[in-house]
């Protein structure tokens, strides 16, 4: 007796996801409107379908320098992730993520 396959479910990107954040892609739709809006004398804006979409975090290989251990870092950040290290350092960054269990 053999198992019936299920059907596969549209996956998302896996690799576009922040190491620091853990920012990844979010599901969403965009709207088609058509229509002209009350406040130019029209009868108002209507949705007149809806397809479904992703938002992709911007994310970006960057090199690091680790003086600690004078060599470089290779991380996926996202750009809000690169403001956080220009603000507490790399060096406690990869301290953060070496106690949650990433291998740098």
């Given at each position: 007796?053999?198992?019936?396959?299920?059907?596969?479910?549209?996956?998302?990107?896996?690799?576009?996801?922040?190491?620091?954040?853990?920012?990844?892609?979010?599901?969403?739709?965009?709207?088609?409107?058509?229509?002209?809006?009350?406040?130019?004398?029209?009868?108002?804006?209507?949705?007149?379908?809806?397809?479904?979409?992703?938002?992709?975090?911007?994310?970006?290989?960057?090199?690091?320098?680790?003086p600690e251990e004078k060599r470089f870092?290779?991380?996926?950040?996202?750009?809000?992730?690169?403001?956080?290290?220009?603000?507490?350092?790399?060096?406690?960054?990869?301290?953060?993520?070496?106690?949650?269990?990433?291998?740098?």
């Amino acid at each position: 007796m053999q198992k019936c396959a299920k059907p596969k479910k549209k996956q998302l990107v896996k690799g576009k996801k922040c190491q620091v954040t853990g920012k990844g892609p979010k599901r969403g739709h965009t709207y088609a409107i058509r229509g002209i809006a009350k406040k130019k004398k029209g009868i108002g804006l209507k949705i007149t379908g809806k397809t479904k979409r992703s938002f992709k975090p911007n994310v970006q290989k960057k090199r690091f320098w680790l003086p600690e251990e004078k060599r470089f870092v290779t991380l996926k950040l996202s750009t809000a992730a690169m403001r956080t290290i220009e603000k507490r350092g790399i060096g406690a960054i990869v301290k953060d993520m070496r106690t949650q269990g990433y291998k740098i």
